[in-house]
């Protein structure tokens, strides 16, 4: 017994070192776990290549970044040449800091206060010899306004008419002021009781009660506005061409399979028998025509009515005195100056981000309409053509009367825009000073502001709501 177990111990150990010695020969592991050993091979080489491809790609990134941060920097450097050849005596009316102090280099930089009240900025420190060297030869004019910001405006958002890029501007001014937003608290997250009139109830509620601004989807009814704001609120809209309203209401929900309509020219066909879809156009969308008078719809009207009635004209009188300006799309830039100059804010309140929300490309866009097509919809529409005619012409007035001084600040919104929109575009975690001119003070991008630029409505609302309820919350502890 105990013989057979020595034995059988020491056969069992050099079975045991045999097959080791075959599992470890590689010989033997190649031909046992070829399909094995062929994987994982592969997944170690791909590895490798990964690990490698992405060190080369985040170099050449970096290197990439670098290449755009110069080019912008010589962009720069030309605009402001070229600008400095422009004969800037011309536009010195009232304003207090002159080309000659600035030459004389008599002009030391202050640092200049921020409404916002926010930051400091010296636009000379910490910035590049061109920044710099920029600074100081730039002509500096700038002069805090001595009107005081209005901070309470109720803004209509009428729905496809690019009120989504106008709304963000109001957001982001709202939260960096620390103002009050009225948020929807009822079923619907981003209107008010859409497509009735605001209900009571349908605002998330705020300590005191009172909103300072209005920019979700919420039919335009006064009452609401004076119950629920300060009652020196600025009211303002939007509104596009109707035509092109149209075109996206289609588009926007599909009217044109639903209309079973010519699919190579469904405008068309739709205009040129608009009576005929006028029973299914009417109870389609809600029980409420989407093609018909939509904006003026959502500027409280009667969509079913014709400019002409007697209850429209009576609503027309009304609205252009409570809101007087209106936006108009085809002319965002100079809709956006003209509603800074109203309410008395800085050129960095208005920027927005270019890349356009909710921007839709569809084939019949840009399809050519029948003259009767286009008559057709001018009666079938008339009061958005009405208002829209009015809210156009009456932009235009503002900018005439603003003159040549009024075309210089255009032209300086468009630049600074496009230099924001391409430093955050190209440099988001980066920072962008901007000496200060005579229409806007100094004050430098950074990650914070690239952020909120393009910050989507539904995180806006969370970080207000979080602010509101905690103001509240804050509140009720206190008493
Ligand atoms: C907003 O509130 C914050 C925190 O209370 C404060 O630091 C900031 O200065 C305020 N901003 C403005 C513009 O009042
Ligand atoms: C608005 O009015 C201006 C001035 O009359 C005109 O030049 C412009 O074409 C109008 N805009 C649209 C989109 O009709
Ligand atoms: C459905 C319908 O009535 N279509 C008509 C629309 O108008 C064009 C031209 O006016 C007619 O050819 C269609 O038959």
Known sequence: MRRLNWYSCVRLLYRIKDSLASITSHRHLWKTNRPLLVLLGGMVLLLALYTYLLLIIEEKYEERQKLMVAIRNMADASVLNNQRTLPMDEHKNGWSQTVGRAQQGAFTHQPTRDLSGLRHVNPISGRSDLAAKRSQTAVMEWQTPTCKPKQNVAFIKVHKAGSTTVQSVFLRYGYSHNLTVMLPGGKNPASFSWPNFPAPGDAYPVSGGVYNILTHHARYHPETIRARMPPDTARVAIMRHPLDHLKSMFNFIHLNTKYKLDPLNPIQMFLENVTDYAEIDSKFYDGRSPTRNFQ????????????????????????????????????????????????????????????????????????????????????????????????????????????????????????????????????????????????????????????????????????????????????????
């Open 296 to 479: 003026s719809y959502v500027l409280g009207f009667d969509q079913r009515k014709d400019f002409g009635d007697e209850e429209v004209e009576q609503h027309f009188r009304e609205i252009k005195t409570d809101v007087p300006f209106v936006m108009i799309l085809e002319h965002l830039d100079e809709s956006l100056i003209v509603l800074k100059r109203s309410m008395c804010w800085v050129m960095k309140d208005i920027l927005y981000d270019w890349t356009a929300r909710n921007y839709r490309r569809f084939y019949y866009k840009s399809s050519s309409l029948s003259q009767l097509a286009m008559e057709n919809h001018r009666k079938w529409s008339s009061i958005d053509y009405a208002l829209y005619e009015h809210y156009n012409r009456t932009l235009w007035e503002e900018v005439e009367k603003g003159g040549e001084d009024f075309a210089s600040e255009l032209e300086h919104f468009r630049t600074m825009n496009s230099n924001v929109n391409e430093h955050c575009r190209i440099d988001p975690k980066g920072r962008k000073s901007f000496s200060a001119t005579r229409w806007s003070m100094a004050w430098t991008v950074d990650a914070t502001f690239c952020k909120q630029l393009r910050q989507e409505r539904f995180i806006w609302d969370w970080k207000l709501s979080m602010r509101q309820n905690e103001k509240i919350r804050r509140e009720k502890l206190d008493t």
